[in-house]
């Protein structure tokens, strides 16, 4: 008599992250390459979930140079040795920070508001929509608070623009990201890209494949899964 096929095991993983972080870029393609590796031994669900690097900023943002150099206190060559040490993990994992596109910073509430919304318009959407949202700015530089610019990335992702320009041009959601953004800040969570998977097991940062791929096994047989 033949036993019965293994199972995959399910887990839920909600992955907090900014859309102009560029470790949150490298840590998602790091993580789905992970995903890949165990497909057959875990099927993971992912949800994204809101976090701000900088609430504060305004509309129209900052330049990069002089935003990064304010808040680190980094020098150029040390800036420079971060972008090209950004740059090569991003081609290792074949995501492309498009040369000198990114010179401005900018105000994502509004990008995480149509994430939200994303997240409820059947399976893939938000996912869908967090790529586009990551390539827009790290790719081509876009201005991913700029609403004409977010409308035209949710047509990309065949998500409606009428019901997302109603959004925008309201506050709908905004209780909904903010609460989200508190109730993780509550938990603990000051840094991403912040992986958590089953809502106990964290992995902070943007890790290598291997070092995504062992947790998730490790998790996945541990029996602590569910």
Request: glycine fraction near 8%.
């Amino acid at each position: 008599m033949n036993s019965p096929a293994k199972q995959p095991v399910p887990l839920r993983i909600d992955f907090v992250s900014d859309i102009v972080c560029p470790w949150c870029a490298i840590g998602l393609a790091s993580l789905e390459q992970a995903l890949q590796r165990v497909a057959g031994d875990v099927l993971a669900e992912i949800h994204f979930q809101p976090f701000e690097l900088n609430p504060q900023m305004s509309a129209e943002g900052e330049d990069i140079t002089e935003h990064l150099q304010k808040k680190y206190g980094l020098s150029e060559a040390q800036m420079t040795e971060n972008r090209e040490h950004i740059h090569a993990r991003g081609a290792e994992l074949g995501f492309t920070f498009g040369k000198d596109a990114r010179t401005r910073t900018y105000n994502t509430f509004d990008a995480h508001r149509l994430l939200h919304w994303a997240a409820m318009q059947g399976a893939g959407k938000q996912a869908a929509l967090k790529h586009a949202l990551l390539g827009a700015y790290f790719t081509d530089g876009r201005n991913v608070s700029d609403h004409a610019t977010l409308l035209d990335i949710v047509r990309a992702v065949g998500l409606p623009a009428e019901r997302a320009q109603q959004i925008l041009g309201s506050e709908e959601f905004a209780n909904d990201v903010r609460m989200d953004e508190a109730r993780y800040q509550r938990s603990g969570i000051s840094s991403v890209p912040a992986v958590i998977i089953n809502q106990r097991h964290l992995i902070s940062g943007g890790q290598p494949v291997e070092v995504f791929e062992r947790a998730l096994r490790q998790i996945a047989q541990s029996g602590d899964a569910g």
